[in-house]
């Protein structure tokens, strides 16, 4: 790859520097904020050499490139942008800056949920092996080896709310320490064990606010939200009581009232509040799933990868935590797991179907990728851009999500989905291998049904009667149709001295640039004004509109096939503005190179004046 160029032409096609706000790279792709996203030129960026994807997530643009070049290019692309380097952080920040409110409240849910995955895939994998080991073996459940895991596998969700506490005051830039107590006081022995109260005689209340109304002493184990808004409060107090406190005393009055304050306020506003409203949101998905006939559980699989297309995702992490915490099952798993595969399968089925090799290369990756539970390569590269394999991937989402609503598959965890799934569904296993199965089956089958490659443009057809006849196999044909002139006439010294190669040149009467020949685009520049094809004759031809056009950065020039492609005679390359070109004082005359006659005996001129586009042009040999 040449990764300067490479760069070059990502800068050109997102508008320029001046629409960069900044710039950083993962392991896979670049990540840009861009100023205004009307300037960027999509199709033209996914074309480029090198870039196997493009999309936009949380308010980034995100290019995929490849572990082991985007940091080559995007060295050359800082270098060409003439911008500074930034942290993954930094753009992280400039996007959230831009983005919607709800989009950024969704955004903070995932950075609160995410880091916490671990502790719950851990206690989730050892409770799924328990389980099914006790189902081998049920005598196991009586011994003390199992008592002992299963005290580590219940510890992440005994204690979850201070997990999350920790984790939402490093996010809300509080203490991290003054989180965790917060966490604790919502669990506190002193409280009865919210998992008891169904089974409890009486609940132990307590009269708050001055005798105004009684709560109940109840702890908060299975709820996620009220913990949440809790440590946002803290860490809201605790910053303004930084600013105001006097330096020498700040380290014992700040964590004093901020823990004597919020936590009040949790017991005795925030907790019974929010758990209601958490309670409601948790039962109406709950509903939904368990809608008779799977109906509800098809609708959240068909709907699952357009809201990963949204960037609002990440509130899922919230909710699967909230489920297990509460009854132990994450039933939204499974249902994840059949959106994901399905877009999978959609973006195999896409790389069998389409005659784009370059395409090909992008898909089959970005499938196998979805299978393991990474879907944007397959969603944002593939199957979004070309919609149909996207609206097969939903279908078997939506079919996937049904089974699952029908046999009431669940897991013992979250953030893991696809074929890493298999170990958090130990309990449903042969349910959760066909749910894959069926979301598999159903989007790949759509998406072989529904798919065909874009027919070419309907104006790459030459109709001129016999025109398109074959070429010898010393024959080129022309590319276009006008004047047929000697090369030594073109008004370039380097054309006109055969610095490049042999040829010939056409004052071109339309603007309709074809091949001459079954071939290879080896190389299509960035302008547009210049393509390079690789001939089955061994021919390297070089067609060049006009003169010094590269000065013109694209503008008048439409192309219609892209680095890589095979075309067939006939095909249309480029088409371009005759009239504008010739306004901005530019000279249209084309030569037509051959750029390795080393190759042949001879490269001759066999036209002169009038030609029709694909009417012989040039000789190879004597």
């Given at each position: 790859?040449?990764?300067?160029?490479?760069a070059?032409?990502?800068?050109?096609?997102?508008?320029?520097?001046?629409?960069i706000?900044?710039?950083a790279?993962c392991?896979t792709?670049?990540?840009?904020v861009?100023?205004?996203n009307?300037?960027?030129?999509?199709?033209?960026?996914?074309?480029?050499?090198?870039?196997?994807g493009?999309?936009?997530?949380?308010?980034?643009l995100q290019?995929?490139?490849?572990?082991g070049t985007v940091?080559?290019?995007y060295?050359?692309f800082?270098?060409?942008?003439?911008?500074?380097?930034a942290s993954?952080?930094?753009v992280?920040?400039?996007?959230?800056?831009?983005?919607p409110?709800y989009?950024?409240?969704?955004?903070?849910?995932?950075?609160?949920?995410?880091?916490i995955?671990p502790?719950?895939?851990?206690?989730?994998?050892?409770m799924?092996?328990?389980?099914?080991?006790?189902?081998?073996f049920?005598?196991?459940?009586?011994?003390?080896?199992y008592?002992?895991?299963?005290?580590?596998?219940?510890?992440?969700?005994?204690?979850?709310?201070?997990?999350?506490?920790?984790s939402?005051a490093?996010?809300?830039?509080?203490?991290?320490?003054?989180?965790?107590?917060?966490?604790m006081?919502?669990?506190?022995?002193?409280?009865?064990?919210?998992?008891?109260?169904?089974?409890?005689?009486?609940?132990p209340t307590a009269?708050?606010?001055?005798?105004?109304?009684?709560?109940?002493?109840v702890g908060?184990?299975?709820?996620?939200?009220?913990?949440v808004i809790a440590?946002w409060?803290?860490s809201?107090i605790?910053?303004?009581?930084?600013?105001?406190?006097?330096?020498?005393?700040?380290l014992?009055?700040?964590?004093?009232?901020?823990?004597?304050?919020?936590?009040y306020?949790?017991l005795?506003?925030f907790?019974?509040?929010?758990?209601?409203?958490?309670?409601?949101?948790?039962s109406?998905?709950?509903?939904?799933?368990?809608?008779p006939?799977?109906?509800g559980a098809?609708?959240?699989?068909a709907?699952?990868?357009p809201t990963?297309?949204?960037?609002?995702?990440?509130m899922?992490?919230?909710?699967?935590?909230?489920?297990?915490?509460a009854?132990?099952?994450?039933?939204?798993?499974p249902i994840?797991?059949?959106?994901?595969?399905?877009?999978?399968?959609?973006?195999?089925?896409?790389?069998?179907?389409?005659?784009?090799?370059?395409?090909?290369?992008?898909?089959?990756?970005?499938?196998?990728s979805?299978?393991?539970g990474?879907t944007?390569?397959?969603?944002?590269?593939?199957?979004?851009r070309?919609?149909k394999?996207?609206?097969?991937?939903c279908?078997?989402?939506?079919?996937?999500?049904?089974?699952?609503?029908?046999?009431h598959?669940g897991?013992?965890?979250?953030?893991?989905?696809?074929?890493?799934?298999?170990?958090?569904?130990?309990?449903?296993?042969?349910?959760?291998?066909?749910?894959?199965?069926?979301?598999?089956a159903?989007?790949?089958?759509?998406?072989?049904?529904?798919?065909?490659?874009?027919?070419?443009?309907?104006?790459?057809?030459?109709?001129?009667?016999?025109?398109?006849?074959?070429?010898?196999?010393?024959?080129i044909l022309?590319?276009?149709?006008?004047?047929?002139?000697?090369?030594?006439?073109?008004?370039?010294?380097?054309?006109?001295?055969?610095?490049?190669?042999?040829?010939?040149?056409?004052?071109?009467?339309?603007?309709?640039?074809?091949?001459?020949a079954?071939?290879e685009?080896?190389t299509l520049f960035?302008?547009?004004?210049?393509?390079?094809?690789t001939?089955?004759?061994?021919?390297?031809?070089?067609?060049?509109?006009?003169?010094?056009?590269?000065?013109l950065?694209?503008?008048?020039?439409?192309?219609h096939?892209s680095d890589?492609?095979?075309v067939?005679?006939?095909d249309?390359?480029?088409?371009?503005?005759?009239?504008?070109?010739t306004?901005?004082?530019?000279?249209t005359?084309?030569?037509?190179?051959?750029?390795?006659?080393?190759?042949?005996?001879?490269?001759?001129?066999t036209?002169?004046?009038k030609?029709?586009?694909?009417?012989?042009?040039?000789?190879?040999g004597?």
């Amino acid at each position: 790859m040449d990764y300067k160029k490479t760069a070059s032409e990502i800068l050109s096609s997102i508008g320029g520097s001046e629409n960069i706000a900044s710039a950083a790279h993962c392991a896979t792709r670049l990540r840009l904020v861009i100023a205004d996203n009307s300037r960027i030129s999509k199709d033209v960026l996914e074309n480029i050499d090198g870039v196997k994807g493009v999309f936009e997530s949380a308010g980034q643009l995100q290019i995929i490139i490849g572990t082991g070049t985007v940091n080559k290019v995007y060295d050359e692309f800082i270098k060409e942008a003439g911008i500074s380097a930034a942290s993954k952080d930094d753009v992280k920040k400039a996007a959230a800056s831009k983005a919607p409110w709800y989009k950024r409240a969704i955004k903070t849910l995932g950075d609160i949920f995410v880091p916490i995955i671990p502790a719950i895939v851990a206690s989730g994998l050892l409770m799924g092996l328990l389980e099914g080991f006790t189902n081998l073996f049920p005598s196991l459940a009586e011994s003390d080896t199992y008592t002992i895991f299963h005290l580590f596998s219940n510890a992440a969700f005994t204690f979850l709310p201070v997990l999350i506490a920790i984790s939402a005051a490093r996010v809300f830039g509080g203490n991290m320490f003054l989180g965790a107590v917060i966490g604790m006081i919502m669990i506190h022995p002193d409280l009865m064990n919210a998992w008891n109260v169904a089974g409890a005689d009486s609940i132990p209340t307590a009269s708050v606010w001055f005798g105004a109304y009684d709560i109940n002493l109840v702890g908060y184990q299975g709820h996620v939200i009220p913990v949440v808004i809790a440590v946002w409060f803290m860490s809201f107090i605790e910053k303004r009581l930084h600013k105001i406190v006097p330096e020498m005393i700040d380290l014992f009055v700040t964590p004093l009232v901020t823990v004597l304050i919020t936590g009040y306020l949790t017991l005795t506003v925030f907790g019974p509040v929010f758990s209601l409203l958490e309670n409601g949101i948790f039962s109406a998905v709950k509903m939904l799933i368990a809608v008779p006939g799977g109906i509800g559980a098809a609708l959240c699989g068909a709907i699952y990868a357009p809201t990963v297309v949204a960037g609002i995702h990440h509130m899922y992490n919230a909710l699967e935590a909230g489920l297990l915490s509460a009854d132990g099952v994450n039933i939204w798993m499974p249902i994840a797991t059949a959106a994901n595969v399905a877009q999978g399968a959609a973006a195999l089925a896409f790389s069998l179907k389409t005659r784009d090799r370059k395409q090909k290369s992008i898909a089959l990756p970005a499938s196998l990728s979805a299978f393991l539970g990474i879907t944007e390569p397959a969603i944002f590269g593939v199957n979004l851009r070309f919609f149909k394999p996207f609206i097969a991937g939903c279908i078997g989402g939506a079919a996937g999500g049904l089974i699952s609503g029908l046999l009431h598959v669940g897991a013992t965890a979250y953030g893991i989905t696809g074929v890493f799934g298999i170990l958090i569904t130990t309990s449903n296993l042969v349910q959760y291998l066909l749910v894959m199965a069926v979301a598999f089956a159903v989007a790949f089958i759509v998406t072989m049904i529904i798919y065909r490659d874009k027919p070419k443009d309907s104006s790459a057809a030459v109709p001129a009667a016999g025109s398109a006849a074959p070429a010898a196999e010393n024959e080129i044909l022309s590319p276009l149709a006008g004047t047929a002139i000697a090369l030594s006439d073109v008004p370039d010294p380097t054309f006109a001295q055969g610095v490049l190669g042999q040829g010939a040149a056409v004052e071109p009467s339309d603007g309709k640039v074809y091949a001459p020949a079954d071939a290879e685009v080896s190389t299509l520049f960035d302008t547009k004004h210049a393509i390079g094809l690789t001939l089955k004759n061994g021919a390297e031809l070089l067609i060049h509109i006009g003169i010094n056009t590269v000065d013109l950065n694209g503008e008048g020039f439409t192309a219609h096939v892209s680095d890589g492609d095979s075309v067939k005679q006939g095909d249309l390359l480029i088409s371009f503005d005759k009239d504008f070109i010739t306004k901005k004082g530019f000279k249209t005359v084309t030569p037509v190179i051959v750029t390795n006659p080393e190759d042949f005996d001879a490269v001759s001129m066999t036209a002169s004046g009038k030609i029709s586009a694909l009417a012989p042009l040039l000789k190879l040999g004597v």
